[in-house]
């Protein structure tokens, strides 16, 4: 009935690593908001690359019989070839629609990326340092913070041209900040598992264990804010679109169609809106469900 | 050194039948309390032992009204001879204003960090007496004094990180004592503390009793710890009572197995012989009942009727248990 | 308390220096900047500028001159694509506009955004919190520039309730609009993160220990549970309020509010050095301020922040 204690309980336990991902992957398919989204986004992307070829036209033709009357001749409809109909200079809409869902999914996701290996590096950095620079690197980013980044960007834009490269650096440059400081977070605490610790008492040079141990436990937590940043990084490309500072003619993006559709809406040709005001809401959304999908499905206890 | 035996004859104060907790998780029906009972009388010490998990909170939130949303509790709970089980909210509120005050296990988080002792103090004094807000405040010093807080008159303006985790819990006790309640559970009031400071609390709530006459009941894992104070025990196991009486009868003569083994597992410095003790095997998960008796797994005594039939509980206030083999002996 | 005011006074003036001085060595060395010359420039701003900066005097000296009329005289020198006037004549007339539907924006997100989170938390797990959420989510994907032409499209163009732009003083019709688009995103965010702490604070230990004193519930919530589950809200409020800065540029292009941000915009577009860099320090200043008030807002609420 009664015997010495058994020193198993630390045994059980089960290790990080594989199973975490087993696990999570296993709840995210039993997820169907989360299943929804991300067939609905990739349904968005092949239509942002595909689409176009089905239509007879191309984002910049121009449709002459439809110039000067766009309300009725350059409506939707299946036997114009316009499925989207056109915009204000008799283009078409479908294909460029197409095309500007293209380009702000690429912003999105190359801005994020810039956002992720900059923040990641910085955090990681900081945080494994610690001390006197972690203090002095995390005022810096608090001072950058509380800086109104969008100005700094427009006055970039404006002082060295309109590019879409410079919207890239600019967008990922100044959304690395919260990332920067998540990262910092959960490497502090990662840093005092003993698993780090046994690792820095035989001496393992910090670079192999950042590599090691520290950059494969951020992988959950970086994909996460990677499906929210992108979302908030196409929301800031727009933004700097619909003030006409961003892409530029002939290029196009889901800003610059909401800012011309916007512009256009008292003369009777909505669908210039609504088109990419559609596309832009479901990508929010698609993004928006899926990164809460892939939280629950990485760490369950936050949740019921 | 304890008051007189109660007999049973007066009416108790609090009585619990058959109590059921259970709650609603998204994995399925989780049994906290699976049909106890037990009763306390004015101004008596009952003890409700049991390893961590064994429902001991859940029953005293039942009491209190305070379960957790998913929880719903069955059977009858009777205070004073009335049915409380089921009262609306705002007479459960008021009952817990007026008659029954708790004192939880970790003084740190339950105190609000963001307001000052003295603010945490009055409220409800203040509210439902109709007492000034001067008054409230003298009366809160003077029972901070009662339970031996140096300096009350100031340190009460501090906030609850200032203080250290006995004197926080010094401080709940006292808080719960200025409605002058007729009942205090105390669950688990020292398990969070330094083991110097634990039998510190325990004295405070001997002395209590004495200069209030308050009833207590105090949830514990520790049977070593309540040995001096309780005037009954009940010894609680995977949601149900195993043994209960007077303390000395339970103590001097334990019928369960578990309270054996519990009693065998109190390290004791005259039988050291280098090996902590402890109950082999883990308490059964309250989301998958198993039949008969809940103490077959690990019971070393167990027989055929343990595995298929729940045992029944048989004797009286003085000592009652609920086991197959001393129930057929 | 005191002391940790004046040791983030102490940072704040550095920052807000280093912002002006960065400011000004950004538009020096822009391409195109009329201190280089590159773009020829009326006569008479040229001698305002020169009169101004002294613009034939080394650098360092031109930085220090414009820094010194900022912080004594709070003078950003003359604008150029507005020929006749200084950029605090213009900042003064499209300043107050901004401000008003900002403050009332952050004031209804704040008031509506809080309110919704809390009444989703205490109904929990009924219809009442999923419409809440329902709702929230919905707003969050709708930035102020997609809000902007929803509104109109409905209430000017469908309903005609209400004027499409302008501002004639800022009576109340043309307020609506630009307070609702401004404030929908943020009132939404602060919703959800109300919620969630607030859900966080009711689970906690001192919340049970306050009903088993017998408070009513809603007496919990109000003593109890409302400030530590506003904290997470405050530390939000800086981002928002940045985010209203940014956002006010939408508004005022989008609606012709006359206020800043058109001016910003405008100036961006002809190259309005002193007037790019007079409201960008201006809002950097704000920034700074209203963070710092944050910071003090934030430690005066929790006792346990050593400072
Ligand atoms: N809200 C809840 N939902 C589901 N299960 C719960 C809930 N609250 C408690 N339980 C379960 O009820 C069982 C009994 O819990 P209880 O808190 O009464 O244990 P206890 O005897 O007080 O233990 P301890 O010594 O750890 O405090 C536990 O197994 C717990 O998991
Ligand atoms: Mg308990």
């Known amino acids: 009935m009664i015997t010495a204690r058994l020193q198993s309980e630390s045994l059980s336990e089960p290790g990080p690593g594989r199973s975490l991902w087993q696990d999570a992957r296993r709840r995210i398919r039993q997820n169907p908001v989360a299943i929804v989204s991300f067939s609905i986004l990739v349904l968005v992307g092949v239509f942002a690359l595909f689409g176009p070829i089905f239509s007879g036209w191309s984002s910049e033709d121009i449709n002459w019989n439809v110039l000067g009357n766009v309300e009725t001749a350059g409506r939707p409809a299946l036997d114009s070839g316009h499925y989207f109909g056109t915009d204000q200079l008799g283009r078409d809409l479908f294909v460029r629609t197409a095309h500007g869902v293209r380009v702000s999914l690429m912003v999105g996701i190359i801005g994020a990326l810039i956002a992720i290996v900059v923040g990641t590096l910085y955090g990681t950095i900081a945080g494994y340092v610690g001390g006197r620079v972690d203090n002095l690197m995390m005022r810096t980013v608090d001072v950058i913070m509380s800086i109104p980044y969008m100005f700094v960007l427009i006055i970039l834009l404006v002082m060295f041209g309109q590019s879409i490269v410079l919207l890239f650096v600019g967008i990922g440059l100044v959304s690395w900040l919260d990332m920067a400081r998540i990262v910092r977070g959960q490497t502090l605490s990662i840093k005092n598992r003993e698993f780090v610790e046994s690792a820095i008492v035989i001496g393992v040079p910090p670079a192999l264990i950042i590599l090691r141990h520290i950059l494969p436990n951020l992988v959950g937590i970086v994909i996460v804010y990677a499906t929210l940043l992108i979302p908030n990084m196409i929301i800031f490309e727009s933004f700097i679109s619909f003030l006409g500072l961003g892409i530029q003619e002939p290029n196009t993006s889901l800003g610059v169609l909401i800012s011309e559709g916007a512009s256009q809406m008292q003369y009777g040709v909505l669908w210039q809106l609504g088109f990419p005001l559609f596309f832009f809401i479901v990508i929010q959304f698609g993004f928006f469900f899926l990164g809460d999908g892939i939280r629950d499905a990485l760490d369950p206890k936050d949740r019921h | 050194m304890h008051s007189t035996p109660r007999t049973g004859t007066e009416e108790p104060l609090l009585s619990i039948c058959d109590l059921r907790v259970t709650f609603g998780t998204p994995e399925g029906q989780v049994v906290a309390v699976d049909g106890a009972s037990l009763d306390i009388h004015p101004g008596e010490v009952l003890a409700v032992v049991g390893e961590s998990g064994s429902g001991k909170s859940q029953t005293a939130l039942a009491v209190t009204g305070l379960l957790a949303r998913n929880g719903t509790s069955e059977g009858s709970i009777l205070w004073k001879g009335g049915e409380i089980l089921g009262l609306p909210e705002h007479q459960l509120a008021r009952l817990r204003s007026e008659e029954i005050a708790m004192v939880f296990q970790n003084p740190m988080t339950c105190l609000n960090p963001y307001l000052r002792i003295s603010t945490q103090m009055i409220e409800g004094m203040t509210m439902n007496r109709k007492m000034t807000r001067t008054q409230a405040r003298s009366a809160c010093i003077d029972m901070l004094e009662t339970v031996q807080i140096a300096d009350a008159a100031n340190r009460i303006d501090r906030y609850p990180h200032e203080f250290s985790g006995g004197m926080l819990q010094r401080i709940m006790i006292a808080m719960s004592l200025l409605r002058r309640p007729r009942l205090l559970i105390a669950d688990e009031p020292t398990t969070a503390l330094d083991v110097t400071v634990q039998m510190q609390i325990v004295q405070l709530l001997k002395h209590i009793r004495r200069k209030y006459g308050t009833a207590i009941m105090l949830i514990t894992h520790d049977l070593g710890l309540v040995a001096s104070i309780s005037d009954r025990i009940s010894i609680m196991y995977s949601g149900q009572i195993m043994e209960s009486g007077l303390a000395e009868n339970v103590f001097s003569n334990p019928r369960h197995p578990y309270t054996r083994a519990l009693l065998d597992a109190i390290p004791r410095i005259d039988q050291n012989d280098g090996e902590l003790r402890d109950i082999a095997g883990e308490p059964p998960d309250p989301a998958s009942r198993t039949s008969g008796c809940p103490f077959h797994l690990r019971c070393g005594y167990r027989i055929a009727s343990c595995i298929e039939n729940r045992p029944d509980t048989l004797g009286s206030r003085e000592h009652a248990h609920a086991c197959h083999l001393s129930n057929e002996t | ?307």
């Open chain 3, 1 to 307: 308390m005191l002391y940790f005011i004046l040791k983030r006074i102490a940072i704040a003036i550095p920052t807000i220096l280093a912002l002006i001085v960065l400011s000004f060595t950004l538009m020096h060395y822009a391409p195109g900047s009329p201190f280089t010359g590159e773009r020829p420039l009326p006569p008479e701003i040229l001698t305002n500028l020169e009169a101004k900066y002294g613009l034939d005097r080394p650098f360092p000296q031109q930085v220090a001159r414009y820094v010194w009329n900022i912080v004594t005289e709070f003078d950003f020198g003359p604008s150029y694509s507005y020929k006749d006037r200084t950029v605090n004549e213009i900042i003064a007339q499209g300043f107050p506009v901004t401000l008003t539907y900002g403050s009332l924006a952050f004031i209804v997100s704040i008031m509506v955004g809080a309110t919704l989170g809390i009444v989703a938390a205490i109904h929990r797990t009924t219809w009442l919190d999923s419409l809440t959420v329902g709702i929230t989510v919905g707003a969050q994907v709708l930035p102020n520039f997609i809000m902007a032409p929803i509104l109109v499209l409905v209430f000017t163009l469908w309903l005609g309730w209400l004027p499409g732009g302008g501002w004639q003083g800022g009576q109340w019709p043309y307020l609506v609009m630009p307070i609702i688009a401004l404030s929908t995103s943020f009132m939404a965010s602060i919703a959800r993160i109300t919620r969630s702490s607030m859900i966080e604070t009711l689970n906690s230990d001192f919340i049970l220990t306050a009903r088993s004193k017998g408070l009513p519930f809603h007496e919990v919530v109000i003593r109890h549970a409302l400030k530590p589950s506003m904290l997470p809200v405050i530390s939000y409020l800086g981002p928002t309020f940045v985010g209203l800065i940014t956002g006010s540029v939408v508004i005022d292009i989008y609606f012709s509010t006359g206020g800043i941000g058109q001016h910003f915009v405008n100036a961006a577009i002809n190259r309005d050095y002193p007037l790019i860099m007079g409201v960008t320090i201006l809002t950097g200043i704000l920034t700074v301020v209203f963070n710092l008030i944050v910071d003090i807002l934030y430690v005066w609420i929790d006792p346990r922040i050593q400072y």
